[in-house]
């Protein structure tokens, strides 16, 4: 045999051994790109299920009553409320003239997002004018319910003022051991300077059900001072990081092959 054949073979050996190391080479990298995949949406879908939104109800209120014994009260209302999660921006008032230069008038206003685990709010009430006998009242109301499956790390920060015997600003954090978060602010006199408050608290939250409050009202006219109240926070459950994602993703890619094998061998075993 001439040695032509010979290298012609060897060349043929190498080309494919070398054609499977690439094709293996190409297949590892597929198969690495869609493990990262598969995590990414393993761990999205963990933290996902971290917070679960159960209830909500945002609106802003506002109603005035005038007249006196004698002649009688007449009354309006307005109300407008979040229908779902969605951004909610709204703001009501109410007035009415009720003689010469005198007004009776209330307005609150509410700017709330939810988005995923993290939560911003602002709220705000103002009422004034009237008489003995006139009544005028605003509020801005914030509620979420939701639950965790699992503990998570959170934080709450914001602030609350109220100024005017009749105003309220209150923030209330409940959960499974009780009360976590609880500042209110109310003037008990008319001379009472205005109230202003700040709050931040940060700690671990374990699996339950916890409802989160918060709340401005004003419900009546102190002479020489319209009343005001108001709100504002910022709460937040952290995401993980894409470290701890792909940690995540990967834990669930290895749980997921495991139990294949183990199916592999039951069906073995049963043959």
């Not at 309220?168 to 003037?187: K, M, N, Q």
């Not at 940060?202 to 409050?213: A, I, M």
């Not at 993980?240 to 669930?252: F, Y």
Request: aromatic share 10%; glycine share 8%; charged share 20%.
């Amino acid at each position: 045999m001439s040695r032509e054949p010979k290298k012609n073979l060897k060349k043929l050996v190498y080309t494919t051994v070398r054609g499977d190391r690439e094709m293996n080479r190409k297949l590892a990298i597929l198969s690495a790109l869609l493990a990262i995949i598969i995590s990414l949406f393993c761990a999205g879908t963990v933290q996902a299920g971290m917070v679960v939104l159960v209830e909500q109800e945002r609106y802003v209120q506002a109603d005035l009553l005038w007249g006196d014994p004698d002649t009688g009260s007449y009354e309006e209302h307005t109300l407008d409320s979040a229908s779902d999660y969605g951004l909610f921006e709204s703001t009501v008032s109410l007035s009415k003239q009720l003689w010469y230069e005198m007004w009776l008038w209330a307005s609150a206003s509410q700017l709330s997002e939810i988005v995923g685990a993290t939560v911003r709010a602002s709220g705000s009430a103002e009422s004034g004018g009237g008489g003995t006998w006139d009544f005028a009242e605003g509020i801005s109301s914030f509620s979420l319910t939701f639950e965790l499956t699992a503990a998570q790390e959170f934080s709450i920060a914001g602030s609350l003022s109220a100024d005017g015997r009749s105003s309220t600003a209150r923030i209330l954090f409940t959960g499974p051991v009780g009360t976590i978060l609880d500042e209110l602010l109310h003037p008990d006199f008319s001379w009472d300077p205005p109230m202003y408050a700040e709050f931040s608290i940060s700690g671990v939250l374990e699996p339950g059900q916890y409802t989160l409050v918060a709340l401005s009202t004003v419900d009546d006219y102190v002479s020489g001072r319209d009343p005001s109240s108001s709100f504002s926070f910022v709460a937040e459950i952290p995401e993980p990081s894409p470290v701890i994602l792909l940690a995540l993703g990967m834990g669930c890619l290895i749980a997921r092959n495991r139990g294949r094998k183990w199916k592999r061998r039951e069906l073995k075993e049963n043959e």
